[in-house]
T-cell receptor, first 115, second 113 residues
Framework: EPEVTQTPSHQVTQMGQEVILRCVPI?????FYWYRQILGQKVEFLVS????????KSEIFDDQFSVERPDGSNFTLKIRSTKLEDSAMYFC?????????????FGPGTRLTVT | GDSVTQMEGPVTLSEEAFLTINCTYT??????LFWYVQYPGEGLQLLLK?????DKGSNKGFEATYRKETTSFHLEKGSVQVSDSAVYFC????????????FGSGTRLQVQP
């Protein structure tokens, strides 16, 4: 069964460093998403992406964050200058279409630890 | 704004016990409601969903009914198994406007043999 994959599974970085989290969505999917979950808190939406553009973003997704689909398979989340509060589990998801009838498939997550 | 509230965990049950995990929501309009499950080391998987009031979603013995009057979507299973041990997330998604999922905080279920 097709699945969303994410790398790395765990990333440790120092405050102020740039990190790139990588995701490979399911191949025929057109909509891509990033969510995050700070330990002990809710899973929160960050951004959605379609047709090489951000289609929706939350208030969390400020200028420190960016997303890109650099080729036909990868979808990346970049954090330019990490802060301690960016430590969280980051989930990538993809869906065939945006309609609620179409399920969002999630990857296993990348645990980001900022020290 | 939209929000989902679910019961605190962990919930610890013996095998074959009845399970209820409560979920209530606040949203404008008529959202679709979802339960996701996360097994250790894996991503979030859709367990079941309901797209309108009084709909019942069901899968793998789990059920939840969309109750508009009480703004609830409680998850139930008549007889849990050890393999059901996981974290369960209630979520909603609007039919129009913002399409992102809004999640609850998750409830960890531990089923003991």
């Amino acid at each position: 069964e097709p699945e969303v994959t994410q790398t790395p599974s765990h990333q440790v970085t120092q405050m102020g460093q740039e990190v790139i989290l990588r995701c490979v969505p399911i191949s025929n999917h057109l909509y891509f998403y990033w969510y995050r979950q700070i330990l002990g808190q809710k899973v929160e939406f960050l951004v959605s992406f379609y047709n090489n553009e951000i289609s929706e973003k939350s208030e969390i997704f400020d200028d420190q964050f960016s997303v890109e689909r650099p080729d036909g398979s990868n979808f990346t989340l970049k954090i330019r200058s990490t802060k301690l509060e960016d430590s969280a589990m980051y989930f990538c998801a993809s869906s065939e279409r945006q309609d609620t009838l179409y399920e969002q498939y999630f990857g296993p997550g990348t645990r980001l630890t900022v020290t | 704004g939209d929000s989902v509230t679910q019961m605190e965990g962990p919930v610890t049950l013996s095998e074959e016990a009845f399970l209820t995990i409560n979920c209530t929501y606040t949203a404008t309009g008529y959202p679709s409601l979802f339960w996701y499950v996360q097994y250790p080391g894996e991503g979030l998987q859709l367990l079941l969903k309901a797209t309108k009031a009084d709909d019942k979603g069901s899968n793998k013995g789990f059920e939840a009914t969309y109750r508009k009057e009480t703004t609830s979507f409680h998850l139930e299973k008549g007889s849990v198994q050890v393999s059901d041990s996981a974290v369960y997330f209630c979520a909603l998604r609007r039919g129009t406007g913002r399409r992102a999922l809004t999640f609850g905080s998750g409830t960890r279920l531990q089923v003991q043999p």
